[in-house]
């Protein structure tokens, strides 16, 4: 037995074979394995990268908590970062970056989403090829070329003739979507009517609701013309310029989710008889829901991020504008804030003024992974639906 | 609803869509417009011959004899102007207080303001700054301060309820009844003989040093900044993010490890840029110490690590675009899993690793808010390789938001901003190009 065992292994190493020899394999494996650990600790790098990111803003975040506390912060509007007795009271600023995301939101979303639907369901492809590129360019602009704009170009126009603008605005928005609005409920509010008195009826309904809201436009549109704007540089501007900056990536992601969303659903919903506005307002949006809502947080995040923009054109005012809502004024943003003050406090020793910036900064970085963390889930949860 | 409306409502959704997308374009239009059409203007322009001057003096470009003949003919033209002033000057000094007290303050107020349209009078002491030492350079400006040498201007505040209003009133009011009433009708008429407009193109605006806070030359010292930050940036970005993207696509097996990996790398993407900057102060400049302050290397380390996890996606996509063929053949023929990425995987994925490093590096150079801390500062020579190491650099997107918001006279730098923002978007629009270029080429290929 073992004599036989012996020579069949001598044979297996006199036979020329394949198989490397013994140190020759082990070797090999071994350079496999520091490769694959180099591949591994290159990689994890950024791993680490975002560790050291969080520990080191926190770490000098940590001081003003430990000094000031928190309720100060958050809840006072106090903000007197240079004063003998400093307060930093930041409920103002965080109510500027709330504002002007909100503004940013309110621009990027609707132009995005109808944007997007466009790409990926009406128009053809030779016209999205074009397309396309015109959305990498928007988000390739630099943030500080946006901001110059803001500044240079749109604040004057802005201060001189802002309320004439926002009033031919008011009738270019309003005056379709009143329109289609009223053809719609005078459509269906006469549906169970009798044959003969419907066609009447149903004019009738559309000239009172027209007259309407004709009415209510005048008003607004004068009320709007009539505004007096003190200063270009506010709320509405960043806004604006926030949006645009935010709406490429709103477009691309959500196109992406109302790709995913299959053939299937649209050609049932074409089957049954729907348009193809029923189809993408009934059936694929809400199937495109989560990806669309992940485009939104996308977008959000990109928006209270920014810097250049609302450094420049947002006033820069630490103040919460009344009422709330008033995108006229000045205000200030987180983002801002480190960027203006950092220059001024002592970036050395570490006075009050330099932590309680980086207690700003430690705020944006956790609701930026918030936020990451919260569309990843989505998008996996999304695929996973539609994969399953 | 009747077919009609649902009909006219289908119409009005892709009519929505459409006009977005046209808002889009539109925005995009008006956008770059003013930065191409005014930027070019910081280059091609009507020079007076003061521009000349400088030139000539500051960087010995020019014809100095044929520039000494115009320079004779000017102060000919301007010296009218000089006599008036004496002469008047001579009769104040010979009149009584009353009239002295009461013609003294126009007239030191029209003489400044002459001093900034033309230069310091002929005789009078050379002035510390530069920009006083010279009149206007640029036809433009001289017709704006040609207005405040022939206008007051005044602020009304008569009206409680509005601001206060501007009222322009002419300087040749205040010397009613005076000979130098006419000094005005002659400035104005002969302004040109007194500067000299002239269409020039000014190139060297893009290699010039500035002189006096960007009062006169060009930024140079801006681009080339711009362009360490964002070669350094690739340059510590690139291996990494290849490196990491091989070990991603090619590698990693789909563990729990490989899930938080791919979380941290969106995470980094979703770091806000400022925040990046201060990390950046805290962490390779405050602790540690790659450079006593502010540098180069530091700028640079903090832009690589920002657009890391772009260049890290792109990388992997290329990858993954590349067929399943390509690696079953390689190792069919016995290559290992090395030496398959190496010599085909690599090569064929090149052009779309190539895409986003194009991209990223557009990125990089845009980017103002991680070098506020780490690398920029406003006014600065341009640097050789080795002071990048210790050095701090002015650069392109810092030095707009700097002229645009916190230099002295903003507006008198105007084209120099737009300048600078023409520079920089171009360079971002060329890479751009550039990736969209190389991209429809790969697909074409992977098609084909």
Redesign the interface.
């Known amino acids: 037995m073992s004599e036989d065992a012996s020579v069949l292994n001598r044979k297996r190493q006199e036979r020329p074979s394949l198989l490397l020899s013994h140190t020759a394999r082990r070797r090999q494996r071994l350079a496999a394995a520091m490769g694959n650990g180099f591949l591994l600790a290159v990689t994890s790098l950024s791993t680490l990268a975002v560790l050291f990111i969080f520990y080191f803003i926190a770490r000098d975040a940590w001081p003003f908590f430990r000094v000031e506390g928190i309720k100060e912060f958050f809840t006072s509007v106090r903000w007197y970062p240079s004063a003998e007795n400093a307060e930093f009271g930041a409920l103002a600023i965080f109510v500027g970056s709330g504002l002007v995301t909100l503004g940013a939101v309110l621009v990027a979303v609707p132009l995005g989403v109808a944007a997007a639907v466009c790409l990926s369901d009406v128009l053809p492809f030779s016209v999205r090829q074009v397309v396309k590129p015109v959305i990498e360019i928007l988000a390739a602009i630099p943030s500080v070329a946006y901001g110059f704009f803001a500044l240079v170009v749109l604040a004057p126009l802005l201060q001189q003739s802002g309320g004439p603008m926002l009033g031919v605005a008011v009738w270019i928005i309003g005056a379709p979507v009143a329109a289609l609005a009223i053809v719609v409920v005078a459509d269906v509010g006469t549906d169970k009517l009798p044959d003969r008195v419907r066609p009447s009826v149903r004019w009738l309904t559309i000239c009172v609701l027209g007259a309407g809201a004709f009415l209510g436009l005048m008003v607004a549109g004068k009320a709007l013309t009539g505004l007096h704007i003190s200063s270009g540089t506010n709320a509405l501007n960043v806004s604006i310029i926030l949006g645009i900056m935010a709406l490429p990536t709103v477009v691309s992601v959500s196109e992406d989710a109302l790709q995913a969303v299959g053939r299937e659903l649209r050609e049932g919903s074409y089957a049954l008889g729907a348009t193809r506005a029923e189809t993408l307002l009934k059936t694929v949006l809400p199937a495109a829901g989560s990806g669309i809502l992940a485009a939104v947080i996308l977008g959000v995040m990109r928006a209270i991020g920014e810097t250049m923009v609302v450094w420049m054109a947002s006033g820069n005012a630490a103040q919460i504008p009344s009422p709330w809502y008033n995108f006229l004024e000045p205000v200030r943003t987180l983002t801002a804030t480190i960027a203006g003050d950092m220059g001024e406090a002592d970036q050395v020793t570490g006075s009050g003024r330099y932590h309680v910036l980086f207690a700003m900064a430690l705020c944006l970085l956790v609701f930026s992974f918030m936020c990451n963390l919260t569309s990843e889930w989505i998008i996996r949860r999304a695929r996973k639906k539609v994969g399953g | ?2 077919l009609q ?6 119409r ?3 009519g ?6 046209v ?3 539109a ?2 239009v008006i ?2 417009a ?2 191409f059409i005014r930027g070019a203007g910081a280059i091609v322009f009507t020079a007076t011959v003061e521009h000349r001057r400088v030139m000539l003096e500051k960087f010995e470009r020019g014809n100095r004899e044929k520039l000494e003949g115009e320079i004779q003919g000017v102060l000919t033209a301007r010296k009218p102007i000089y006599d008036m002033i004496a002469d008047f000057e001579q009769r104040l000094a010979d009149s009584d207080a009353r009239e002295r007290a009461k013609y003294g303050k126009p007239l030191k107020e029209l003489k400044k303001a002459l001093q900034v349209l033309l230069g310091p009078a002929p005789g009078s002491v050379r002035p510390m700054l530069m920009r006083d030492q010279y009149g206007q350079t640029r036809w433009d400006r001289a017709q704006v301060k040609l207005a405040r040498v022939l206008y007051r201007e005044e602020w009304d505040y008569s009206d409680p309820t509005k601001g206060g209003l501007k009222v322009l009133k002419p300087r040749a009011a205040d010397f009613a009844g005076t000979p130098m009433e006419g000094l005005f009708p002659y400035l104005e008429q002969n302004l040109d003989k007194m500067l000299l407009p002239r269409r020039t193109v000014y190139w060297q605006f893009l290699t010039d040093e500035s002189f006096d806070s960007h009062f006169f030359g060009g930024i140079w010292p801006e681009i080339l900044g711009t362009f360490y930050l964002t070669f350094g940036a690739m340059l510590l970005a690139i ?2 993010g290849v ?2 993207a ?3 696509t090619e ?2 097996r789909e563990t729990r490890l490989l899930n ?2 791919r ?17 950046g ?3 390779f400049i ?2 540690l110490k790659v450079s006593h302050s502010k540098s180069v290397l530091a700028g640079a380390m903090t832009l690589s ?1 920002m657009v ?2 772009t260049v ?1 996606r792109a990388a992997e996509e290329a990858i993954r675009a590349v067929p399943h063929t390509y690696r079953e053949a390689a190792l069919s023929l016995g290559a290992g ?2 030496h398959t990425v190496r010599s085909i995987i690599l090569p064929a994925a090149l052009p779309g690793i190539l895409t986003g490093i194009v ?1 990223s590096m ?2 990089a ?5 991680p070098i ?2 780490t690398a920029a500062c406003s006014v600065g020579k341009p640097l050789a390789v080795w002071q990048t190491l210790t050095q701090q650099t002015p650069a392109l ?2 030095n ?2 700097n002229l ?2 916190e230099h002295e006279a903003v507006d008198e730098v ?1 084209h120099v ?1 737009y300048g600078m ?1 023409l520079v ?2 171009s360079m ?2 060329l ?2 190009l550039a990736a ?1 270029i190389l991209r429809a080429r790969v697909s074409k290929r992977l098609r084909a």
């Open positions: 609803m009747r409306t649902r009909k006219l409502l289908d009005a959704f892709a929505s869509g459409v006009l977005a997308i808002l889009m374009a925005a995009l956008l770059l003013p930065m291996p990494m490196i990491a091989i070990y991603l590698y990693a938080l990996l979380t941290c790398i969106s995470t980094l993407a979703g770091v806000p840029s400022i925040v990046f900057g201060l990390f102060l805290a962490f405050n602790t690590l890391l996890p890290i899993r090395w991209i557009g990125r150079a845009g980017e103002t808010a506020i801390f997107s810092w707009i938001f645009a918001t105007r901003q923002v920089l978007v971002v629009l890479l751009n969209i």
